[in-house]
């Protein structure tokens, strides 16, 4: 399947419509891209304007959840869509849902940057956890990237290949929360200054969670395969076979 398929019928306006959709959704993907990119940026520099900032779009990244809505309402009331037209229109909702969660995200990790700066304790940048957090939070916003350029090409393999990434951050992730769960037990370290890493941590993980539920919606909007379900080994061999085409 390519993009140019969804604009082969009869009628102007209604391929339109099914273009709009696609516009729509790179737009707000776009934006979230921006937000999150300005977020590593606030941590990295503790910058506390940068940080509301990236607070402030998230109004926008709102708005566009609910133009996408409206877009995916209108082709269902005037064209009645079917098959694959059908799945842009279902995967159109699960992706803006998923974005609109990223951007919420993100701005769990800016409080961060602000909560910090309140409290003056900067030096919790050189807690354990702190760079890991930034490194979680640039791969997450390239998964970001990755995911809408397969979005754009409807590319399996680009799609299996985030999927793939999100199971590494996975992984970092896990061992990232074991060393800082352990400084809790040392009396010198600030608790708060832990819990708010531990909040921003797991932010950013999810993050990584709704770019994999992204690719996996592409994967259901090109061959009609639910992934949700499937079991690892199961994933495993069908990640295999998508790269292998």
Do not use: W
Request: hydrophobic share 45%; with cysteine.
């Amino acid at each position: 399947m390519n993009r140019k398929e969804f604009g082969t019928h009869v009628s102007a306006s209604y391929n339109q419509y099914l273009e709009d959709l696609f516009n729509q959704i790179l737009e707000m993907g776009s934006l979230v891209e921006r937000q999150l990119q300005s977020s590593v940026l606030s941590v990295q520099n503790a910058d506390s304007d940068l940080a509301r900032e990236v607070i402030q779009l998230d109004k926008l990244v709102n708005r566009e959840e609910m133009e996408i809505d409206r877009l995916c309402v209108r082709v269902l009331a005037r064209q009645q869509p079917t098959a694959s037209d059908l799945r842009l229109i279902v995967s159109s909702i699960r992706i803006a849902v998923d974005l609109e969660r990223m951007g919420d995200e993100v701005v769990k990790i800016s409080r961060l940057v602000l909560r910090l700066a309140q409290s003056g304790k900067l030096d919790c940048q050189n807690l354990q956890g702190y760079k890991q957090l930034v490194e979680i939070s640039s791969r997450a916003r390239e998964m970001l990237k990755n995911v809408l350029d397969a979005f754009t090409r409807l590319d399996l393999s680009g799609a299996a290949a985030v999927i793939e990434e999100e199971e590494r951050i996975d992984e970092l992730f896990a061992v990232v929360m074991e060393e800082v769960t352990e400084r809790f037990k040392e009396t010198d370290h600030d608790v708060e200054c832990l819990l708010q890493l531990v909040y921003a941590l797991r932010a950013a993980e999810r993050i990584t969670d709704h770019a994999r539920n992204i690719a996996e919606t592409i994967i259901y909007l090109v061959n009609g395969q639910d992934l949700r379900n499937m079991d690892d080994d199961a994933l495993a061999e069908f990640l295999l076979s998508i790269q292998a085409k």
